[in-house]
């Protein structure tokens, strides 16, 4: 894959207001961090919505389509017609809820969680080379402090899933998601 050349301003709050705006920085680091991922995403014919479902139900048994709709950061409209091309695949069911029969719950099927597992590993691996740069220290404040971000925005009422490829592709810490899943 082919990396990107563009331009980093270090001297911040020197150059153009773009170059110190935080949406900015950090939509550039998301891009530069998950371009890579995506081409195992497209050889895998995995949309970015499908691993975003399929790395959840890696490690939630079962999850309300609400739930699943605030984790990945997609309407529900566009997570349902998501689910439904994945039962076709045969990677995901749906069900009523065990505990409250209006919920719809979705669960992984054997074939969704051979191919999360194999792009599970996959993701591990590249944000590992991605961050070959960083302490682990570094690496932790980074994720605490993006962890603190999204918290905060949430608390605000910033945060919603409107945005329907938005980043981050990997999902990897527990914690990620309870910020909104909080709202519900």
């Known amino acids: 894959m082919k990396k990107s050349t563009r331009h980093v301003n270090d ?14 920085l950090l939509s550039q680091a998301s891009q530069a961090v998950s371009n890579e991922f995506r081409s195992c995403l497209a050889a895998a014919d995995v949309s970015v919505i499908e691993w975003r479902v399929l790395s959840t139900l890696s490690d939630h048994p079962q ?18 017609k998501a689910i439904d091309r994945m039962e076709a695949k045969g990677w995901v069911a749906r069900s009523l809820g065990h505990q409250d029969r209006r919920v719809i719950a979705v669960t992984i099927d054997k074939p969704g969680l051979k191919i999360a597992s194999t792009l599970l590993v996959k993701a591990k691996e590249l944000e590992e080379s991605e961050l070959s740069g960083f302490s682990k220290k570094e690496i ?11 918290r905060h925005c949430s608390n605000k009422g910033v945060l919603d899933n409107s945005s329907e490829v938005s980043e981050p592709l990997a999902r990897n810490d527990s914690n990620y998601g309870s910020a909104t899943r909080q709202r519900s």
């Open 11 to 24: 001297n911040a709050g020197q150059g153009h207001f773009i170059d110190d705006y935080l949406a900015y």
């Open 63 to 80: 999850i309300s389509v609400g739930q699943l709709s605030d984790i990945v950061m997609c309407k529900q409209p566009t997570l349902s």
């Open 140 to 150: 932790q404040t980074l994720k605490k402090t993006l962890r603190n971000l999204v």
